[in-house]
């Protein structure tokens, strides 16, 4: 299994969660946006919370696109910004400087399903959901798979 990760301060965490479920794991230190993989080289890809960090979260899904084979599957689960209009739309708004400084860039008023339809993959299936916390009101999200 490959691992991108461009923080090294990750690398020890994913190293040992890999040993514990007995996964051979290669680490690459680069980012999203230039994976350094050949074209139709992989089986499926996998994103947790990743598009709401980069710095240009069309490139990463490009870049997704590019480094999966004809019928791979990409799974993601990833922040989302919420429905236009509605009280936690608004707050995500006034709170994206603090949000983003807290938790390491993340942007969680993005259009992320927007992003995925428009690289080529189909079918596109996601669901949206929220996590009902009084500590992270803002998080809205999509958990789905495509199809390259």
């Keep these: 299994m490959i691992a991108v ?88 708004r006034a709170v994206r400087r603090p949000w983003s400084w807290v938790f390491e860039g993340c942007s969680c008023e993005r259009d992320l399903q927007t992003v995925i339809r428009s690289a080529g993959f189909r079918p596109v299936e996601h669901r949206s959901y929220r996590i009902h916390s009084p500590f992270l009101p803002l998080d809205t999200h999509i958990v789905g798979s495509a199809e390259a």
């Design 5 to 92: 990760e461009p923080n090294p301060y990750m690398h020890r965490s994913l190293r040992l969660a890999a040993e514990r479920w007995k996964i051979e794991l290669e680490i690459r230190d680069v980012v999203g946006e230039r994976i350094d993989l050949p074209d139709s080289s992989a089986d499926a890809v996998i994103s947790s919370l990743v598009l709401c960090t980069v710095a240009d979260p069309n490139q990463v899904v490009s870049e997704v696109r590019r480094v999966l084979r004809r019928g791979g599957r990409y799974s993601y689960l990833e922040h989302v910004a919420a429905e236009e209009g509605t009280l936690t739309r608004r707050v995500q």
